[in-house]
T-cell receptor
Framework: SQTIHQWPATLVQPVGSPLSLECTVE??????LYWYRQAAGRGLQLLFYSVGIGQISSEVPQNLSASRPQDRQFILSSKKLLLSDSGFYLCAWTQDRVGQPQHFGDGTRLSIL | GQQLNQSPQSMFIQEGEDVSMNCTSSSIFNTWLWYKQDPGEGPVLLIALYKAGELTSNGRLTAQFGTTRKDSFLNISASIPSDVGIYFC??????????????FGTGTRLTIIP
C-alpha cells in the first residue's frame, strides 16, 4: 500500500532563517505531488504541484519554492522566512491517472518567531 | 484562491443525531471528494464521487454528487464521539498534463455535545 511521510512534524524558526520541509511517498511510482498551506481553522491553499522530477508549478507568488529531486520526494524551501510564512503545511499525492483523489500527509506545523 | 461554499460552518449536535452538510460551486467538477481533518493532522479521504448523480456510502457516511456537477452533500447517521472534527468538501478537475487540481470548501466543524 502507498504511504506518505512528512517531516518534521513541528518546527519553530526565527525570522530570516532558511526552511526545508520534506515529503516522501512510498509504494507508487510517478505520483503527482502537491504542497498546501492551511491557516488555522481554514481550508487549504495550493502552493505548488509537480507531475514529474524537476517539474514544478507554482500557484501563488510567495516567499517559498519547491523542488522534486527524485520521483517520490518533494521539498518545500525558503531562503529567508517571514512571519507570514507561519502555518500548517501539507503534502499530498495522487496516482498519475485521471480522477484519482489526493491523499495527504500528517503535515508540518511551522511557527516563525 | 477560489473556495467552495460549504455549509454549515459549524454544527453542535448530540451523540446519536444525524448530520448533513453540503457544498456548492459556480463551476463544474469532474470529481467530488469529502475529507475529515482531526486537529494537528492531515485531511483523511472519506468518500470519492465520480459521476453526476452518484450516491455512495462508507459505513455511516453517505455522499452524493449533484446532478448539475456543481454541488455535493455528506450525511452522517447516528453520530458518535469520534466523528468530531472538521469536514471539507473538495471539487477536482483536470488542469492538463495529467494533473488535476482540488478546490476546497471552507469546512464544517462538527462538535458533539455531551
Amino acid at each position: 500500500s502507498q504511504t506518505i511521510h512528512q517531516w518534521p512534524a513541528t518546527l519553530v524558526q526565527p525570522v530570516g532563517s532558511p526552511l526545508s520541509l520534506e515529503c516522501t511517498v512510498e509504494g507508487t511510482s510517478n505520483p503527482n505531488l502537491y504542497w498546501y498551506r492551511q491557516a488555522a481553522g481554514r481550508g487549504l491553499q495550493l502552493l505548488f504541484y509537480s507531475v514529474g522530477i524537476g517539474q514544478i508549478s507554482s500557484e501563488v507568488p510567495q516567499n517559498l519554492s519547491a523542488s522534486r529531486p527524485q520521483d517520490r520526494q518533494f521539498i518545500l524551501s525558503s531562503k529567508k522566512l517571514l512571519l507570514s510564512d507561519s502555518g500548517f503545511y501539507l503534502c499530498a499525492w495522487t496516482q498519475d491517472r485521471v480522477g484519482q483523489p489526493q491523499h495527504f500527509g500528517d503535515g508540518t506545523r511551522l511557527s516563525i518567531l | 484562491g477560489q473556495q467552495l461554499n460549504q455549509s454549515p460552518q459549524s454544527m453542535f449536535i448530540q451523540e446519536g443525531e444525524d448530520v448533513s452538510m453540503n457544498c456548492t460551486s459556480s463551476s463544474i467538477f469532474n470529481t467530488w471528494l469529502w475529507y475529515k481533518q482531526d486537529p494537528g493532522e492531515g485531511p483523511v479521504l472519506l468518500i470519492a464521487l465520480y459521476k453526476a448523480g452518484e450516491l455512495t456510502s462508507n459505513g455511516r457516511l453517505t455522499a452524493q454528487f449533484g446532478t448539475t456537477r456543481k454541488d455535493s452533500f455528506l450525511n452522517i447517521s447516528a453520530s458518535i464521539p469520534s466523528d468530531v472534527g472538521i469536514y471539507f468538501c473538495a471539487g477536482q478537475r483536470p488542469v492538463g498534463f495529467g494533473n488535476e487540481k482540488l478546490t476546497f470548501g471552507t469546512g464544517t466543524r462538527l462538535t458533539i455535545i455531551p
